[in-house]
């Protein structure tokens, strides 16, 4: 990959991804966990993938202040002044527009930021690649760009993205005119999307010039941009910065960037979609984890195992997915069971049920049990 002059890679790492749990929590999320068995975490497969593109110092990670440490650990080759901490969470709005300010300080408006999040696997790189130079293009025309993925299935897990018109972008000529951005469908309605075939899953990946980002929330937002670009502006001076967030981040408006911006800027013809037929999936549940793990066993049965395929054994058990620590784990009888084992709690489902784990965690803290969150 070659460098994209002018391109920054901002990398939002947040959330507790609690579908994963007890693996991914608060204190330790799913980005700072390597789930594919890689040797690399998602945060640093984020990082791999970008830096090619954006540069050494091009990098931007933005997380919460519990997980800097970890972030600083993961990622020796950022320097402090790549890592932006939040104080709290604010939602994906607060987290990319504050980098996008900073940009705009150190950079100058002009410069185009591509927002990944920090938990995502993607393959076919060099197709990835080709996706964010068609966005950047589309970008330096003025306009927000969102990656569109090519939908394999009528999946009712994603939002999706109506695409229109091409966009008539020189270096873009994939681009699209965004017609709407959709909630996530029922089935029946995924699949007539589909069958159209202007449809594609909305990944939550956007490229935009930092001017032109801050533009639209200051039109749309005004207190929120106001409060952003005040952050910014002492963000390098140590002296002002601390107290500045103090008084200014507790009162911006707690929202998405889908919401912000992507749908109303969107709905006014502002937005452009760019193809992406490269593999993708957010790793949003057990069940989405199976897939990206290697087989363990000939014929492949499609169980899997994260960690040492060792102290596992399946009887009667295809298809199992098994998370192991140091303890030894049988599963008889369970089809397409999921076992995660951790030091001090252990999650048994099905890949059936994996979009429920959630409720699993929403039970300890209603009992009280923070220290298992």
């Given amino acids: 990959m070659a460098e994209i002059p002018g391109f920054h890679a901002v990398i939002p790492a947040g959330g507790a991804g609690t579908r994963l749990w007890p693996l991914s929590r608060q204190g330790a999320p799913k980005f700072l966990h390597d789930l594919t068995g890689t040797g690399r975490t998602l945060l640093q497969g984020t990082v791999d993938r970008l830096t090619p593109l954006a540069g050494p110092g091009g990098v931007l990670v933005v997380a919460g202040r519990?997980?800097?440490?970890?972030?600083?650990?993961?990622?020796?080759?950022?320097?402090?002044?790549?890592?932006?901490?939040?104080?709290s969470p604010r939602d994906s709005m607060a987290a990319i527009g504050?980098?996008?300010?900073?940009?705009?300080?150190r950079h100058g408006p002009e410069v185009v930021l591509g927002s990944f999040a920090a938990d995502h696997v993607i393959g076919e790189l060099p197709r990835f690649e080709a996706a964010v130079r068609s966005g950047v293009?589309?970008?330096?025309?003025?306009?927000?760009v969102t990656i569109g993925i090519e939908a394999t299935e009528p999946s009712t897990a994603f939002g999706y993205i109506h695409a229109g018109q091409p966009l008539g972008v020189d270096g873009a000529t994939d681009a699209r005119h965004v017609v709407a951005f959709t909630e996530k469908p029922d089935a029946e309605t995924a699949a007539d999307y589909l069958a159209t075939g202007e449809y594609w899953w909305n990944a939550g990946m956007f490229i935009v010039a930092a001017g032109v980002l801050l533009d639209h929330l200051a039109t749309q937002l005004p207190p929120l941009a106001a409060g952003l670009r005040r952050i910014a502006g002492v963000w390098d001076d140590p002296a002002q910065r601390d107290a500045v967030l103090a008084e200014v981040w507790p009162t911006l408006t707690k929202i998405a960037i889908d919401h912000a911006i992507a749908e109303p800027v969107g709905a006014a013809g502002g937005v452009a979609v760019v193809p992406g037929d490269f593999s993708w999936d957010d790793v949003?549940?057990?069940?989405?984890?199976?897939?990206?793990?290697?087989?363990?066993g000939q014929p492949d049965d499609g169980a899997r195992t994260l960690g040492d395929d060792?102290?596992?054994?399946r009887l009667d058990a295809p298809g199992a997915l098994v998370l192991t620590g140091q303890r030894t784990v049988t599963v008889l009888g369970v089809p397409d069971a999921v076992v995660v084992d951790t030091p001090d709690a252990v999650l048994v489902t099905t890949r059936a049920h994996a979009q429920q784990v959630k409720g699993a965690v929403d039970g300890w803290r209603a009992r009280g049990r923070d220290d298992l969150l």
């Fill in 98 to 105: 504050l980098a996008a300010a900073v940009l705009a300080e």
């Fill in 284 to 296: 949003g549940d057990f069940a989405s984890l199976a897939p990206l793990l290697a087989p363990v």
């Fill in 66 to 87: 519990r997980h800097v440490e970890a972030v600083a650990e993961q990622l020796p080759e950022l320097s402090a002044a790549q890592v932006i901490a939040e104080p």
């Fill in 310 to 313: 060792a102290l596992v054994q």
């Fill in 137 to 144: 293009e589309a970008a330096r025309a003025g306009y927000v």
